[in-house]
C-alpha cells in the first residue's frame, strides 16, 4: 500500500522496533542523550527507509527473508558492518545469512530499500542482464561514482517528499515514476563493469527502435521510465543504451529525460495556477528534486517553471 512516515525518537528500543523488514537489537556505547529519525516509504513494489541516529552504539540485525535487501552509509565518520568499513562510497548487498553486526562511532545516516527476491531477480535480467538476486553472504560493493550519486540523490528525494510532500507519494502514477526511478538507479550501481552486452543478432536495433517508439507513442501524456521500456520490448539496458546512441546520438535515459521535461513544460502552459503547483507538474512527471528541477528547467526553456506557470494564456 503506498504511503509515508516520519517519526522521531528518544528511545532507543522504540527506534529499533520500529524498523522494517528487520529485527534489531541495539546497544548504545556512548554518552548523551539518545535522538533517531525513521523515514520510511512504500511504493508499489519497493520499500524505502532512512535512519539517523546520533549515539555511539552496536546494533545486531536480523532481517526478514523475502526481499533482496540493500543499505548505503550517509554519514562520517565510517561505520563497520561485520569487520567491513562501510564508507559513503560503497553500496551492501544482504545476504541469505541475513544477519550482521554494525558499529558506528557517532551519529550515524542510513540508506535502506528493498525489493521482494523475484522482482529483483527480475530487474537483474531484464535491465542489466545479469543476475542480482541476494548472494549466499553479504557482499559490499564499490558502484561507478556517477550511479550511486544517482541512487543517493534519488533515495534523498523520496525522504525529502516523505517529510514535505506525503500525499505526492500516495499518487500511484508518481510513486510508480519515483520506484522506476530508485531501481534504474540501483541496477545501475550493481551492474558488473565487464557484463558482456547482448548479441543483436537475434533482434535487430531498428526493430528494438520501432517498439521503443511504439511504446512511447502509445503513452503521450506520460513519464515512461528505462526499466519499464527494457521490459516491454524485450532487452537489457546495455543494449538499449547501444541502439539508442546509434539512432538518437544519446542514451535512452537522456532522451527520456527530455522528453518528461517538455511534457512537463505543456502541462505548466496549460494548467491554472490557481489550482496547480510546479511541485505537482514535477513530481507527476518524475523530476524529484525541485530544485535541480527549477535549474535545468530554466538552462533548457530560459525561464523558470514557476513563470512558464504564470504566463498569461491566450484567449481563443
Request: aromatic residues 6%; glycine residues 6%; charged residues 25%.
Amino acid at each position: 500500500m503506498l504511503g509515508s512516515s516520519v517519526r522521531e525518537f528518544t528511545d532507543s528500543d522504540d527506534y529499533a522496533s520500529s524498523v522494517r523488514a528487520a529485527k534489531i537489537q541495539l546497544a548504545i556505547t556512548g554518552r548523551g542523550r539518545f535522538a533517531a529519525k525513521l523515514v520510511r516509504v512504500d511504493l508499489h513494489r519497493l520499500w524505502l527507509q532512512r535512519f539517523e541516529d546520533n549515539l555511539p552504539r552496536i546494533a545486531h540485525k536480523s532481517h526478514f527473508a523475502g526481499r533482496a535487501i540493500f543499505v548505503f552509509s550517509g554519514s562520517s565518520p565510517d561505520s563497520v558492518r561485520n569487520r567491513i568499513v562501510m564508507g559513503k562510497a560503497t553500496l551492501r548487498r544482504c545476504g541469505d545469512d541475513r544477519e550482521s553486526y554494525e558499529l558506528s562511532a557517532g551519529r550515524a545516516l542510513t540508506g535502506a530499500m528493498s525489493l521482494p527476491v523475484g522482482d529483483m531477480a527480475a530487474f537483474g535480467a531484464e535491465i542489466a542482464g545479469c543476475d542480482l538476486s541476494p548472494p549466499p553472504y553479504e557482499q559490499v560493493v564499490t558502484p561507478p561514482p556517477v550511479a550511486l550519486a544517482s541512487l543517493h540523490r534519488a533515495h534523498a528525494a523520496a525522504g525529502y517528499l516523505a517529510e514535505h510532500a506525503p500525499d505526492i507519494i500516495t499518487n500511484p502514477e508518481a510513486a510508480r515514476g519515483l520506484e522506476q526511478e530508485l531501481i534504474q538507479s540501483l541496477v545501475a550501481c550493481l551492474t558488473p563493469a565487464d557484463a558482456s552486452a547482448d548479441a543483436a543478432g537475434s533482434r535487430s536495433h531498428n526493430r528494438i527502435m520501432k517498439r521503443f517508439r511504439m511504446i512511447l507513442e502509445a503513452n503521450p501524456d506520460r513519464a515512461v521510465h528505462v526499466p519499464e521500456l527494457c521490459k516491454a520490448i524485450g532487452v537489457s539496458g546495455r543494449l538499449l543504451r547501444a541502439c539508442c546512441h546509434e539512432y538518437l546520438g544519446m542514451g535512452p535515459s537522456r532522451y527520456l529525460w527530455l522528453r518528461r521535461m517538455y511534457l512537463a513544460r505543456r502541462e505548466l502552459v496549460l494548467a491554472d495556477p490557481s489550482a496547480a503547483t510546479v511541485t505537482e507538474v514535477a513530481t507527476a512527471h518524475g523530476f524529484w528534486e525541485l530544485g535541480r528541477f527549477a535549474v535545468e528547467y530554466r538552462k533548457l526553456f530560459e525561464e523558470s517553471p514557476s513563470s512558464t506557470l504564470r504566463r498569461p494564456r491566450a484567449i481563443h
